[in-house]
């Protein structure tokens, strides 16, 4: 079955720290890969997406990722986080015309 | 641009009882999709529908129902209430489906006692 694993529950991180949040996903095949986040009392936004092309994708507020096809990941990284990235994190995948599946979440607190 | 709106924003019903959630997505969007977000479960799939049509259903059974109008609005229908229905529910829109940009709403909080 499809799934999507975000192995971090919760991060705790200082302000100006480096960020690497982690996702892989069960199988390959042609796959649509996105990150989304919840900021505290917001709606899910896109963080950033990849269809196909460059593995290393940018996103808003200097978020980036990258595909690496051989080990099914999509790994979110951030140079330098701020205290106003404290949020959840999710990572979704969809696999052809399936259904999009997300993973459970990081939950990501930065100490100012 | 007005964003999706979710109606109503909570809800309270009782075990055995049937609740109707209503979608209105972004103007020009075809797509709608529903998910449910729980803390123990995440956020899972319930269905998604492009121009009335179903493209894909989630692994819930069949009292989760859900259809969309020609205007694009969606609504979902719980029948036979359980406690463990009790979740955020998500709707989310986008033009083409939920393999591109999806944008979300705010959610129904549904509580069952």
């Known amino acids: 079955a499809q799934s999507v694993s975000q192995h971090n529950h919760h991060v705790i991180l200082s302000e100006a720290a480096s960020l690497e949040l982690g996702c892989n996903y069960s199988?390959?095949?042609?796959?649509?890969l996105f990150w989304y986040v919840q900021y505290p009392g917001q709606h899910l936004q896109l963080l950033l997406k990849?269809?196909?092309?460059?593995?290393l994708v940018k996103g808003i507020k200097g978020f980036e990722a990258e595909f690496i096809k051989s080990k099914f990941s999509f790994n979110l990284r951030k140079p330098s986080v701020q205290w106003s990235d404290t949020a959840e994190y999710f990572c979704?995948?969809?696999?052809?015309?399936?259904?999009?599946?997300f993973g459970q979440g990081t939950r990501l607190t930065i100490n100012p | 641009k007005a964003g999706v709106t979710q109606t109503p924003r909570y809800l309270i019903k009782t075990r055995g009882q049937q609740v109707t959630l209503s979608c209105s997505p972004i103007s020009g969007h075809r797509s709608v999709s529903w998910y449910q977000q729980t803390p123990g479960q995440g956020l899972q799939f319930l269905f998604e529908?492009?121009?009335?049509?179903?493209?894909n259903k989630g692994n819930f059974p069949g009292r989760f129902s859900g259809r969309q109008f020609s205007n694009s609005r969606s609504e979902m229908n719980v029948s036979t209430l359980e406690l463990g229905d009790s979740a955020l529910y998500l709707c989310?829109?986008?033009?083409?489906?939920?393999?591109?940009?999806?944008?979300f709403g705010p959610g129904t909080r549904l509580t069952v006692t």
């Open positions: 199988y390959g095949g042609t796959v649509n």
């Open positions: 529908y492009f121009s009335e049509t179903q493209r």
């Open positions: 979704a995948v969809k696999w052809g015309a399936q259904k999009l599946v």
């Open positions: 990849y269809f196909s092309g460059d593995p």
């Open positions: 989310a829109s986008s033009l083409e489906g939920s393999g591109y940009e999806q944008y």
